[in-house]
């Protein structure tokens, strides 16, 4: 793992193309350091979710160069690299009679099923610390299936964080959540930034007012394009994300916390 202020990803002029001549990424760079929380952002179809993919290390690149946790994407083993990235994403299908200990131990394997001879009674402890840690140590004997939207969220981090990953990856993790989960998630993640200050996090959201305090950097995507990236506080202003979402944005911060919204003409 990169210690904290040394390169965590460093993207190069990113391409993702698919059949049919289709650029879902074209031409993304951007680095992310250790101990930051960088924020992604943009319209539908932007590339985010590609984007996250490829810093995952679940895809190549068509063209372009990635470094992850100090390996080249294409020049490791990606099962070995994956292990070492904490991914979250709406997408990952959990069996909803797991409960949530054993949700949190799947994230050993990178697996939903458990495997259970692989989980030696320091790990099964690490899962209970992580249960702690995400406040939701009451969950532990709950079916996943019965837990609310926000459980759910908060469990899957927990997973991600089991082998303690270098790089922590979160695809619109606040996706379907109501106002006090919203918040909860938000809190829990300030508190990962300030107590893992080696670990750097990248989240992809449609909504500013789910960036945590801790946001330090930003990028906004459109039509597979870089915007804009950089500080949190010179990329998320009504000017950047008015050019990049297409209308009318005003922003505002307060207390750490961003706000968007289009006014009406």
């Not at 990803?9 to 101990?35: C, F, I, Q």
């Not at 690490?126 to 969950?139: H, I, N, V």
């Not at 950097?217 to 979402?245: I, K, N, Q, Y």
């Amino acid at each position: 793992m990169p210690g904290n202020g040394t390169l965590a990803v460093e993207a190069r002029e990113l391409r993702k193309t698919y059949p049919h001549d289709v650029t879902a990424l074209d031409g993304m760079s951007l680095a992310v350091r250790a101990g930051t929380v960088f924020g992604l952002l943009g319209p539908n179809g932007a590339g985010k979710s590609t984007a996250l993919r490829l810093l995952g290390a679940l895809t190549h690149p068509t063209t372009g160069t990635a470094d992850v946790l100090g390996h080249r994407i294409g020049r490791v083993d990606m099962r070995e690299l994956r292990a070492a990235i904490g991914l979250v994403s709406a997408a990952q299908k959990v069996p909803q009679d797991a409960t949530g200990h054993t949700v949190v131990l799947t994230g050993a394997s990178g697996t939903v099923q458990p495997l259970w001879r692989t989980y030696g009674p320091a790990m099964r402890e690490r899962a209970y610390e992580l249960l702690a840690e995400l406040d939701c140590k009451e969950l532990a004997d709950r079916p996943y299936g019965v837990c609310s939207g926000g459980q759910r969220a908060r469990l899957l981090i927990a997973r991600a964080l089991l082998p303690d990953p270098g790089l922590l990856l979160l695809d619109e993790p606040f996706n379907a959540l109501d106002l006090p989960s919203r918040e909860d998630l938000v809190d829990a993640l300030e508190r990962l930034a300030r107590t893992r200050p080696r670990l750097a996090t990248v989240m992809v959201t449609h909504h500013l007012e789910e960036l945590p305090p801790t946001t330090s950097h930003a990028l906004l995507l459109r039509d597979g394009r870089v915007s804009v990236a950089g500080p949190a506080a010179e990329v998320l202003t009504g000017a950047r994300l008015t050019e990049c979402f297409g209308r009318p944005i005003e922003v505002h911060h307060h207390t750490g916390r961003w706000q968007a919204r289009s006014p009406r003409p």
